[in-house]
C-alpha cells in the first residue's frame, strides 16, 4: 500500500518523514489540516513494528486531532507525530532535541505536545531547538495538567446525554466507570458530588481502593464492567472498549467517558445506536485537555500568561456543541458518532474555503 492509498490518509496536507543518525530519531509528522489554524496535536513514541505501522498511526491519530480542534472550536488544525522507538530505552535529550529541529523544520505548520510516551522534561528538551512546543512546565503561560479540565467536560456531556436519553438529572443515576486514572478519578468525584451512584473498575487495585473509598463507590473486576446494573457506562481507559464482545453485553442507556477511540469501529456505533443506546461521541466530549493545551498555544503566541477564564468559555461552547451533535442526531434518527464526523469536515471546509477566498 502506497501513502496516498492508505484509507487514513484523508486528504491529509503534508506527511513529514526526518531522521537523525546521531541520535538514531526516526519520526513521522503528519499534518493532516491547517485549515483553521496551526496543526496540533500530541506526539507519541512508541516501539512500532514497522514503518508502515507507525505512518498508518500518524495518519489516523492527526486526521483526529483535526476533528476533535474542530469541534472544540479552537483555531488549530490537526496533525500528530510518532517517533519510532521504545521510550523506557531509546529516550536521551539528544534525540528529542533533534525532534525539536524536526518541528521547527516545518516553520509552525505544526506544534506539538505530550502523548503516550512523552513527558514533560522530553518537551523541555524539544523546546531548545523550536518554540512550537505546549505542555511544558514552569512558565507563566503553561497549561498544566489537562486532566481535571477534560473530566469537567466529561462530567458536563454525561450531565447533558442523561437528560436526553433518560430525562432526568444525576441524582440516583448508576454510572460505571472503566479505570480511574487521571480523568476517571476527577470524574468520579465530579458525579458523586452530583448525586450519582457508582460502580467502578480497574486493573491498578491501590488507585480503584482509593476512588472508591472517596466516592462510596461499589467495586468490580476489570472483566465484569460490561455487565453491571447501571445507567450510564464512562469508559475512561484505554481504546475499543465498546467492541463486539462488550456490545451485547452493555446494559446502560448512555455511553459517555473519557477513553479517546471507545469503539473499535464505526460500525459498533450504528450497532449501540439500532439498541437504542445514546453514545456521546468521545472526540466531542474529552475535548476539554486540548482546550487547555490550546490555552497554553494562545498564551505563547501572544506572549501572555494562561487564562483559565479563556479555557472555560471554551469549555461552555464544547457543552453546547456536544448538545449540537445529541439534538441533530435524535432528530433525524443518525447516529451520534455520524452527525459528529459530518459537523467536524463541515467546520474544517468552511474554514478551507474562507482561508482561500481572503
Ligand atoms: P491514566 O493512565 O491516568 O488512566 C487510565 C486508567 O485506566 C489507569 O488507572 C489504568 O490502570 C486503567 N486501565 C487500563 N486498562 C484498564 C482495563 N483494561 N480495565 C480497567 N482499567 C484499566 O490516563 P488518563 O489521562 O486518565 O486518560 C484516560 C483516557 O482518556 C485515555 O484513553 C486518554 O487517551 C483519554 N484522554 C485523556 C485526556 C487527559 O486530559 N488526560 C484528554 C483526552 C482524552
Given at each position: 500500500?502506497?501513502?496516498?492509498?492508505?484509507?487514513?490518509?484523508?486528504?491529509?496536507?503534508?506527511?513529514?518523514?526526518?531522521?537523525?543518525?546521531?541520535?538514531?530519531?526516526?519520526?513521522?509528522?503528519?499534518?493532516?489540516?491547517?485549515?483553521?489554524?496551526?496543526?496540533?496535536?500530541?506526539?507519541?513514541?512508541?516501539?512500532?513494528?514497522?514503518?508502515?505501522?507507525?505512518?498508518?498511526?500518524?495518519?489516523?491519530?492527526?486526521?483526529?486531532?483535526?476533528?476533535?480542534?474542530?469541534?472544540?472550536?479552537?483555531?488549530?488544525?490537526?496533525?500528530?507525530?510518532?517517533?519510532?522507538?521504545?521510550?523506557?530505552?531509546?529516550?536521551?535529550?539528544?534525540?528529542?532535541?533533534?525532534?525539536?529541529?524536526?518541528?521547527?523544520?516545518?516553520?509552525?505548520?505544526?506544534?506539538?505536545?505530550?502523548?503516550?510516551?512523552?513527558?514533560?522534561?522530553?518537551?523541555?528538551?524539544?523546546?531548545?531547538?523550536?518554540?512550537?512546543?505546549?505542555?511544558?512546565?514552569?512558565?507563566?503561560?503553561?497549561?498544566?495538567?489537562?486532566?481535571?479540565?477534560?473530566?469537567?467536560?466529561i462530567f458536563r456531556g454525561v450531565r447533558l446525554s442523561v437528560r436526553r436519553a433518560l430525562k432526568r438529572d444525576l441524582d440516583g443515576v448508576t454510572v460505571a466507570i472503566q479505570g480511574v486514572g487521571h480523568v476517571g478519578g476527577f470524574l468520579a468525584?465530579?458525579?458523586?458530588?452530583?448525586?450519582?451512584?457508582?460502580?467502578?473498575?480497574?486493573?491498578?487495585?491501590?488507585?480503584?481502593?482509593?476512588?472508591?473509598?472517596?466516592?462510596?463507590?461499589?467495586?468490580?473486576?476489570?472483566?465484569?464492567?460490561?455487565?453491571?446494573?447501571?445507567?450510564?457506562?464512562?469508559?475512561?481507559?484505554?481504546?475499543?472498549?465498546?467492541?463486539?464482545?462488550?456490545?451485547?453485553?452493555?446494559?446502560?442507556?448512555?455511553?459517555?467517558?473519557?477513553?479517546?477511540?471507545?469503539?473499535?469501529?464505526?460500525?459498533?456505533?450504528?450497532?449501540?445506536?439500532?439498541?437504542?443506546?445514546?453514545?456521546?461521541?468521545?472526540?466531542?466530549?474529552?475535548?476539554?485537555?486540548?482546550?487547555?493545551?490550546?490555552?497554553?498555544?494562545?498564551?505563547?503566541?501572544?506572549?501572555?500568561?494562561?487564562?483559565?477564564?479563556?479555557?472555560?468559555?471554551?469549555?461552555?461552547?464544547?457543552?453546547?456543541?456536544?448538545?449540537?451533535?445529541?439534538?441533530?442526531?435524535?432528530?433525524?434518527?443518525?447516529?451520534?458518532?455520524?452527525?459528529?464526523?459530518?459537523?467536524?469536515?463541515?467546520?474544517?471546509?468552511?474554514?478551507?474555503?474562507?482561508?482561500?477566498?481572503?
Open positions: 500500500m502506497t501513502l496516498f492509498d492508505s484509507p487514513a490518509f484523508e486528504g491529509h496536507e503534508g506527511v513529514h518523514s526526518f531522521f537523525d543518525e546521531k541520535t538514531g530519531l526516526k519520526t513521522i509528522i503528519a499534518v493532516h489540516s491547517t485549515a483553521r489554524g496551526p496543526a496540533a496535536g500530541g506526539c507519541r513514541m512508541w516501539p512500532y513494528a514497522s514503518a508502515e505501522a507507525a505512518l498508518e498511526d500518524a495518519l489516523r491519530l492527526s486526521r483526529a486531532m483535526s476533528y476533535k480542534n474542530a469541534m472544540a472550536d479552537l483555531e488549530l488544525g490537526g496533525g500528530k507525530a510518532v517517533i519510532i522507538g521504545d521510550s523506557r530505552t531509546m529516550k536521551t535529550p539528544a534525540l528529542f532535541e533533534a525532534f525539536g529541529r524536526a518541528v521547527d523544520a516545518l516553520g509552525g505548520r505544526y506544534w506539538t505536545a505530550e502523548d503516550v510516551g512523552v513527558s514533560p522534561s522530553d518537551l523541555a528538551s524539544a523546546r531548545k531547538q523550536t518554540r512550537f512546543v505546549a505542555g511544558l512546565e514552569g512558565h507563566p503561560a503553561a497549561s498544566g495538567d489537562p486532566s481535571p479540565v477534560t473530566a469537567e467536560g468525584e465530579k458525579l458523586h458530588a452530583a448525586g450519582a451512584k457508582l460502580i467502578l473498575t480497574d486493573v491498578n487495585e491501590a488507585a480503584l481502593a482509593a476512588v472508591a473509598e472517596r466516592t462510596g463507590a461499589q467495586i468490580v473486576a476489570p472483566g465484569e464492567i460490561f455487565d453491571t446494573e447501571a445507567d450510564v457506562f464512562a469508559p475512561c481507559a484505554l481504546g475499543g472498549a465498546i467492541n463486539q464482545e462488550t456490545l451485547p453485553r452493555l446494559r446502560a442507556k448512555v455511553v459517555a467517558g473519557g477513553a479517546n477511540n471507545q469503539l473499535a469501529d464505526p460500525e459498533i456505533g450504528r450497532a449501540l445506536f439500532e439498541m437504542g443506546v445514546l453514545y456521546a461521541p468521545d472526540y466531542v466530549i474529552n475535548g476539554g485537555g486540548i482546550i487547555n493545551v490550546a490555552g497554553e498555544i494562545r498564551a505563547l503566541e501572544r506572549g501572555e500568561a494562561f487564562d483559565p477564564s479563556w479555557v472555560d468559555a471554551k469549555l461552555v461552547k464544547l457543552t453546547q456543541t456536544l448538545e449540537e451533535v445529541l439534538d441533530r442526531a435524535i432528530a433525524e434518527g443518525r447516529p451520534t458518532h455520524e452527525v459528529a464526523n459530518e459537523m467536524a469536515k463541515a467546520r474544517i471546509a468552511q474554514a478551507a474555503a474562507e482561508k482561500l477566498a481572503a
